[in-house]
């Protein structure tokens, strides 16, 4: 069963616009949600997280919103620049540095 | 600060052989994992190590795969016999955890081994 999905496998963006990426949960035990980033032939680096007792965590040009009653969270990049082009993936768990339940993640390309 | 060591970054073998991985965590950290990346796929925690002791192995297909974490700190993970569907990303990370604390606890991760059973 997958419980973490992330339903759109690509998504492009031009350089400086908005880049919103989505996440959905179906285990409503998960209580701590993270955003990781990975560029090609590296392991995953962690980006932002953000507690279920939050609705939202900004990190500079990063922000995640979670949203419970929907089991819904996506990732807002603002500006959006080149070097963000990466797959994302969203991982939940049922308590920090607990097992993470990663989505299959979404290639983000952003262009000049 | 060095980041989770992982070797070798890649490895091709046939089917039916044996093959075994390697991962440096970040000095310090109590916490190991295993994950297995299929193509397409995010990462499947495979295990988990608190120090030198399992804390989850429920998803290890433990009639081929096998893992151990000596003293605490490297960790080997082994695949024997190799079937084709092992043809993935082995991705190793840590985190800083302590006994019955909850911290900061990010997973760091390794760049991984890339694996191609034939």
């Known amino acids: 069963d997958q419980q973490v999905k992330q339903n759109s496998p690509s998504l492009s963006v031009q350089e400086g616009r908005i880049s919103i990426l989505n996440c959905d949960y179906t285990?409503?035990?998960?209580?701590?949600f993270l955003w990781y980033k990975k560029y090609p032939a590296e392991g995953p680096t962690f980006l932002i997280s953000i507690s279920s007792i939050k609705d939202k965590n900004e990190d500079g040009r990063f922000t995640v919103f979670l949203n419970k009653s929907a089991k819904h969270l996506s990732l807002h990049i603002v500006p959006s620049q080149p070097g963000d082009s990466a797959v994302y993936f969203c991982a939940a768990c049922y308590n920090q540095g607990g097992k993470l339940i990663f989505g299959q993640g979404t290639e983000l390309s952003v262009k000049p | 600060e060095a980041g989770v060591a992982q070797s070798p970054r890649y490895k091709i073998i046939e089917k039916r052989q044996s093959v075994a991985f390697w991962c440096n965590p970040i000095s310090g950290h109590a916490t190991l994992y295993w994950y297995q990346q299929i193509l397409g796929q995010g990462p499947k925690l495979l295990i988990q190590?608190?120090?030198?002791?399992?804390?989850?192995d429920s998803q290890l297909p433990k009639d081929r795969f096998s893992a151990e974490r000596l003293k605490g700190v490297d960790s080997t993970l082994k695949i024997q016999p190799a079937k084709l569907e092992d043809s993935a990303v082995y991705l190793c990370a840590s985190s800083f955890r302590t006994s019955g604390g909850i911290s900061t606890d990010t997973q760091y991760f390794g760049p991984g081994t890339r694996l191609t059973v034939l």
């Open positions: 190590f608190q120090n030198n002791g399992v804390v989850d």
């Open positions: 285990n409503s035990m998960f209580d701590y």
